[in-house]
């Protein structure tokens, strides 16, 4: 079986500041994990995905997500937080051996503040 | 390029009716399918298809029927409204079932009152 979990309802951070939005998953083989962005109002949008090679992975928007393959984990990062990225961000998980629908977490509410 | 569109944006019905939500894609995209979204539960999928004439049961299918005539349309049919199925839905879809990047359209928010 294959799981995701968010472990933060709501993130706080300042303009300008790094920010990191956890996410911590569980399948039997390896994973493709990743992140999408909800702006109020709105659809799923994709941010970036993780499938194989390099841990860190690049995406829209400035931001990246590092994968760690001993912690499980594929948190979502930013150097420096806009006002505009505030929004509701979803990780998502697929077992390479399992079914190809991907697991949604419950979402973080990333709130950055001017 | 429309992406995928789904009608209406929001609905309000009676416990007992029914009604069809719908979802197209100009993409030409495979695989299609229906999630709901509740505060604090995130994204659970209702109903899924891999192409036109392929349709199966996701996480929470009760309540609900789809079908898939053709590659561009995927509607969900609320058989009889119950409260307990006011929610924001969304479709989603993608090129290929195994495509990992799934478009969203914008959502259909319904109360069952």
């Known amino acids: 079986a294959q799981s995701v979990a968010q472990p933060e309802d709501q993130v706080n951070v300042a303009e300008g500041n790094p920010l990191t939005v956890k996410c911590t998953y569980s399948?039997?083989?390896?994973?493709?994990l990743f992140w999408y962005v909800q702006y109020p109002n709105r659809g799923l949008q994709f941010l970036l995905k993780?499938?194989?090679?390099?841990?860190l992975v690049k995406g829209s928007y400035g931001f990246e997500a590092e994968f760690n393959k001993s912690q499980t984990s594929f948190h979502l990062k930013k150097p420096s937080a806009l006002v505009s990225d505030s929004a509701l961000y979803f990780c998502?998980?697929?077992?390479?051996?399992?079914?190809?629908?991907?697991?949604f977490g419950r979402g973080t509410s990333l709130i950055v503040h001017p | 390029n429309a992406g995928v569109t789904q009608t209406p944006k929001f609905q309000v019905l009676k416990t007992g009716q029914s009604m069809t939500l719908q979802c197209a894609q100009d993409?030409?995209?495979?695989?299609m399918s229906w999630y709901r979204q509740d505060p604090g539960m995130g994204l659970r999928l209702i109903h899924y298809?891999?192409?036109?004439?392929?349709?199966d049961q996701g996480e929470v299918p009760n309540g609900y029927n789809v079908s898939r005539s053709t590659t561009e349309d995927f509607p969900l049919r609320l058989l009889s409204a119950a409260p307990s199925q006011t929610s924001v839905y969304f479709c989603?879809?993608?090129?290929?079932?195994?495509?990992?990047?799934?478009?969203f359209g914008s959502g259909t928010q319904l109360s069952v009152l």
């Open positions: 993409m030409n995209h495979e695989y």
């Open positions: 298809s891999v192409g036109a004439g392929i349709t």
């Open positions: 989603a879809s993608s090129k290929a079932p195994t495509n990992e990047k799934l478009f």
């Open positions: 993780y499938i194989t090679g390099d841990n």
């Open positions: 998502a998980v697929r077992d390479e051996r399992g079914s190809y629908i991907p697991t």
């Open positions: 399948v039997s083989g390896n994973p493709y």
